[in-house]
C-alpha cells in the first residue's frame, strides 16, 4: 500500500534527505514533506483543521527538534488531542530508550521507527503494518 501524504518532522536537514531516497526507492509515498521545526507542525496542523482533506495521512516526528518549543512526544500528543486523531503518528528517533518510547505510546504514537544507517528494511518493515494502523487496528511496535 502506498501512503498518498506524509509529513516528517525532523530537526535534521541531512536526514530529510535519507528519508526521502529511503521512501522513493521503497515507494512508500507518494507525496512527502519534510519540516525542520515542531511549532511548525503544530502552526500547519491548525491550519488543517479548517481543510481536513489537506492533512497528511501519517507523521513521522523526531524525539528531540532543536529550536522548537516542545518536543516530538508533545507534538504527538497534539496531533491526536487537540488536532483530531485522523492521521497515523509516530516517532522516528536515534533513541530507543523504554521511557520514552512508553510516553510516546501514552501521548498516541502508533510506532517507533529507531534511524540508523540502514532506515530501509525499518521503513519496508512500517510499509507491510501501515494498512494496520490506518485501520487503527495495528498494535504499538518498535522498528529496531
Given at each position: ?105 501514552s501521548a498516541g504514537a502508533q510506532f517507533w521507527i529507531v534511524k540508523s544507517d540502514e ?26
Amino acid at each position: 500500500m502506498i501512503i498518498n501524504s506524509i509529513l516528517l518532522v525532523d530537526d535534521e536537514n541531512l536526514f530529510h534527505l535519507v528519508f526521502e531516497d529511503a521512501c522513493s526507492l521503497l515507494d512508500i509515498a507518494l507525496h512527502l514533506q519534510a519540516i525542520d521545526s515542531a511549532d511548525k507542525a503544530d502552526h500547519l496542523f491548525r491550519e488543517w483543521s479548517k481543510d481536513p482533506t489537506a492533512r497528511p495521512d501519517c507523521v513521522f516526528v523526531d524525539l528531540n527538534i532543536i529550536g522548537s518549543s516542545f518536543d516530538g512526544i508533545e507534538l504527538i500528543r497534539k496531533i491526536n488531542t487537540d488536532h483530531g486523531n485522523g492521521c497515523v503518528t509516530g516517532i522516528i528517533s536515534s533513541s530507543a530508550d523504554k521511557a520514552e518510547i512508553a510516553k510516546a505510546q501514552s501521548a498516541g504514537a502508533q510506532f517507533w521507527i529507531v534511524k540508523s544507517d540502514e532506515i530501509e528494511p525499518r521503513l519496508e518493515a512500517f510499509k507491510r503494518d501501515y494498512p494496520s494502523y490506518k485501520g487503527k487496528t495495528g498494535s504499538f511496535k518498535v522498528y529496531a
